[in-house]
Every structure is written in structure tokens, then in C-alpha cells.
């Protein structure tokens, strides 16, 4: 009697259903971590989705959790997705069956007790496509793959091969140091409303010398990144955390490039860097305590052995802009050469 029906549903068996996923008006595709600690929503280029990620594993930008393409939908793109099957499957069904109550009624001849087959499908599921996230302002593109992605925030990897952002990381340590200078004030303020005051401002000193070393970190990490990306770094031997050195680093720069950090940065400013990086020295190795030591490479009288270096708002924004300097002076060398930095301060 259910022919139709019954045939339908065999057909159903493995059968593939196109579904139509909206994309912004730039064309990315939202995602979603589904690491339930992380969650992290973030987008895909749609061309890249579909020709540079794999099936296999696709990494979250800030996480790093590996999944197969199937596992990053938004809970309303499942929905949809969830929806448009049944839809489907309900508008199979309801065909076959009307069919075969037909079939059945047809097949009835007139006599005492008429027995005939009506069907009246229920409630017909509409899915709605879900709505898209609005553009993200951060945009990324991968160095090694080329995938194209965006993220609301700093993304540390990238989603289709997994590589460390390293550029993404520096401009967040910027953007954070910025940030902190700009509303020191009211950070300052805050901090009175949580803490007495001897500690907030005791609190406060120890953000500021976090933020100061925080900056040679950051010159590190970009300056090792462009060393390692310049035509020959492979014959020039470095050792671990050489870029904290400048006198080291900038020996090594000269033997890669043929410039020092003296022939691309002017003398006045390269000077104050050195102080700073100095003066870094002392709060990671004598608790910030000046020595002769300190005295001898600074050659500034003004600093007194035995008294603590102190790190002033101004000291830290002026650190920052010579760093950020000096890193667009070096992106300009290495541009010449080829080598493209997607991260300059400037
Ligand atoms: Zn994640
Ligand atoms: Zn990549």
C-alpha cells in the first residue's frame, strides 16, 4: 500500500542535500570554536573555506583546538542546517504519501462500507537562514597559506594551517601598552576604588614595569621573525634571546645585511633605545637597583649607583614610540629585500 513511501525511503539513504549557508557582504563565513571552554566566533573567507582549508582539521585563531571542517558551525547555522533536512524530508514524504493515498482510493470499488485514505501533512518546518555576524574590523591573511580570516580581537593562529600569527601577537602587545597610556588615569582611579591607596599605586608602579619590559619582548620577537624570514639567516648562527642584546643583535644584523642597527636608525634616537634597554636590564636583574655597570653603558650622570630606577608614564611612552620606530625602520630594510612584514607600528 506505501510503495511510494516506501521507496522514498530508501532513496533517502545517503542521499546529499545542498544547503546554502549565508556569508557577509565581503564574503566571510562565520565559525565557531567548538572547544566549549574557548567558543571563540571568528570568520573564514568563503573562497578560502572552500579551496585552502582542509576537510580533515581546521584550527581555532585563538585556541588552537584542531577539528574536522564539519565541527565550526554557529549554533544557528546547525539549526538551519538541522532544519533544512527535515524540511526535506518532510516535503519527500508528504509527496509519497499523498501519492499512495491516491493510489489506495483509486483502487477502491463502490459497494456497502467505502474506506478512503486522506492525508493532511502537519506543520510544515520553513528553515530561516541565520542571520551574519557583522564584519569584523581585524582581518588576517596568512603568511604560509595565504587563507584569509578575521576575528574580533587578536587571532593567534591561523584556522587552516595552524601557524603561530606571530605579527597578530605584536600588535596586540602594542595596542594593550597604547591602550594602558592612553587611560592611565582612569586605570589609576579604578584601581583606588578595589585597593588602599598605598597599594594601588604600589600596584600600579608594578603594571607600568611590566608594560617597560613588556616592550623589549615585543622588539624581540618581531626582530628575530624578520631575521629569520631574510634571504641567508640560515648561515648566520643566532643564539637563544640574542635580539634582548642590541650589541649582539645589531653585529648579527650587519653580518645578514650588511647594515648594523647604527646605519638604519638614527644616532640620537638609537642612543635613547640603548638607555631603555638598559635600564630594562636592571628591573629584570637587580630589581631595578642602578649599578656602575648600568652607569658605564648608559654614560648618563644624571642616574645614581645604589638608588632604584623609577618608570614614569612618560619613560614607558617613550620607549614604546622609539620601539615603534625603530621596528618600521627595520621593515623598510627588509622590504627592499623582499621580505613582507604584514605588521608595522607606524
Ligand atoms: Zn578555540
Ligand atoms: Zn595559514
Request: overall charge negative; glycine content about 4%; aromatic content about 8%.
Given at each position: 500500500m506505501f510503495k511510494n513511501l516506501l521507496?522514498?525511503?530508501?532513496?533517502?539513504?545517503?542521499?546529499i542535500i545542498g544547503i546554502k549557508i549565508p556569508v557577509d557582504e565581503k564574503g566571510?563565513?562565520?565559525?565557531k570554536c567548538p572547544n566549549s571552554e574557548c567558543g571563540k566566533k571568528?570568520?573564514?573567507n568563503f573562497e578560502d573555506w572552500k579551496n585552502i582549508v582542509r576537510d580533515e582539521a581546521v584550527f581555532c585563531p585563538v585556541c588552537?583546538?584542531?577539528?574536522?571542517?564539519?565541527?565550526?558551525?554557529?549554533?544557528?547555522?546547525?539549526?538551519?542546517?538541522?532544519?533544512?533536512?527535515?524540511?526535506?524530508?518532510?516535503?519527500?514524504?508528504?509527496?509519497?504519501?499523498?501519492?499512495?493515498?491516491?493510489h489506495f482510493n483509486k483502487q477502491q470499488k463502490p459497494g456497502f462500507i467505502n474506506i478512503s485514505l486522506s492525508y493532511k501533512p502537519g506543520n510544515k518546518i520553513i528553515p530561516i537562514p541565520p542571520a551574519v555576524a557583522k564584519e569584523l574590523e581585524q582581518n588576517y591573511e596568512c603568511n604560509i597559506c595565504m587563507c584569509r580570516y578575521s576575528f574580533l580581537g587578536t587571532a593567534y593562529f591561523?584556522?587552516?594551517?595552524g601557524n603561530e600569527n606571530i605579527q597578530g601577537n605584536l600588535k596586540e602587545g602594542i595596542s594593550n601598552i597604547e591602550n594602558f597610556i592612553n587611560k592611565h588615569s582612569e586605570i589609576k582611579q579604578a584601581l583606588k576604588k578595589v585597593l588602599s591607596e598605598e597599594n594601588s599605586e604600589s600596584y600600579f608602579s608594578q603594571i607600568i614595569e611590566e608594560h617597560y619590559c613588556k616592550i623589549v619582548s615585543i622588539f624581540q620577537k618581531h626582530a628575530e621573525y624578520l631575521f629569520n624570514n631574510y634571504p641567508g639567516s640560515d648561515k648566520v648562527k643566532i643564539r637563544k634571546n640574542l635580539f634582548q642584546n642590541l650589541y649582539?643583535?645589531?653585529?648579527?644584523?650587519?653580518?645578514?645585511?650588511?647594515?648594523?642597527?647604527?646605519?638604519?636608525?638614527?644616532?640620537?634616537?638609537?642612543n635613547k633605545v640603548?638607555?631603555?634597554?638598559?635600564?630594562?636590564?636592571?628591573?629584570?636583574?637587580?630589581?631595578?637597583?642602578?649599578?656602575?655597570d648600568f652607569i658605564n653603558k648608559t654614560n648618563n650622570n644624571s642616574y645614581i649607583v645604589g638608588k632604584r630606577i623609577i618608570i614614569t608614564i612618560e619613560k614607558l611612552n617613550d620607549f614604546l614610540v622609539l620601539i615603534k620606530g625603530f621596528i618600521s625602520a627595520m621593515n623598510k630594510e627588509f622590504r627592499k629585500k623582499g621580505v613582507r612584514s604584514t605588521f608595522d607600528p607606524c
Open positions: 521507496r522514498e525511503l530508501n532513496d533517502l539513504n545517503g542521499q566571510y563565513l562565520d565559525r571568528f570568520k573564514i588552537k583546538n584542531e577539528a574536522p571542517s564539519t565541527e565550526w558551525n554557529t549554533a544557528e547555522q546547525q539549526e538551519y542546517i538541522n532544519n533544512q533536512g527535515i524540511s526535506h524530508i518532510q516535503d519527500t514524504f508528504s509527496k509519497a504519501i499523498q501519492k499512495d493515498a491516491k591561523c584556522p587552516s594551517c649582539e643583535s645589531s653585529a648579527k644584523w650587519k653580518e645578514l645585511t650588511g647594515k648594523s642597527y647604527e646605519d638604519i636608525l638614527d644616532s640620537q634616537q638609537y640603548k638607555e631603555h634597554f638598559q635600564i630594562r636590564h636592571l628591573l629584570a636583574h637587580t630589581a631595578g637597583i642602578i649599578d656602575e
